[in-house]
């Protein structure tokens, strides 16, 4: 299932250091992150992840980002994503 994460952040430096703190440490199985994208000022971010289901993909970002960013969340139908697309940006792999 793919889910997309839109995050309004409120300080980009901590969301920063968060993401970059989980990312060091790797995403655990069975979640993928193939799309991270933000705006130039950092206040707003949206990442398409590979999970179980919404509620478990929105428990893994809510752990790491929640304190800097008030986020939602959405089951999306993606196209144009290959799965050797999604397994070559994947971090941690």
């Known amino acids: 299932m793919h ?3 839109i995050h309004h952040i409120h ?7 968060a993401v970059a703190e989980s990312l060091k440490q790797g995403i655990p199985a ?5 799309i991270r ?3 130039n000022d950092s206040s707003k971010g949206v990442c398409i992840w590979e ?6 993909v929105r428990k893994l970002v ?11 969340y959405f089951e ?3 196209h144009g994503l290959s ?6 940006s994947t971090p941690g792999r």
């Open 3 to 5: 889910v997309v994460a």
């Open 11 to 17: 300080d980009p430096a901590g969301f920063q250091k």
């Open 30 to 34: 069975p979640f993928k992150l193939p």
């Open 37 to 39: 994208a933000a705006t």
């Open 51 to 56: 999970g179980p289901s919404v509620e478990e």
């Open 62 to 72: 809510d752990s790491v980002v929640a304190p800097y960013s008030k986020n939602e």
């Open 76 to 78: 999306m139908t993606v």
């Open 83 to 88: 799965a050797a697309t999604a397994e070559a």
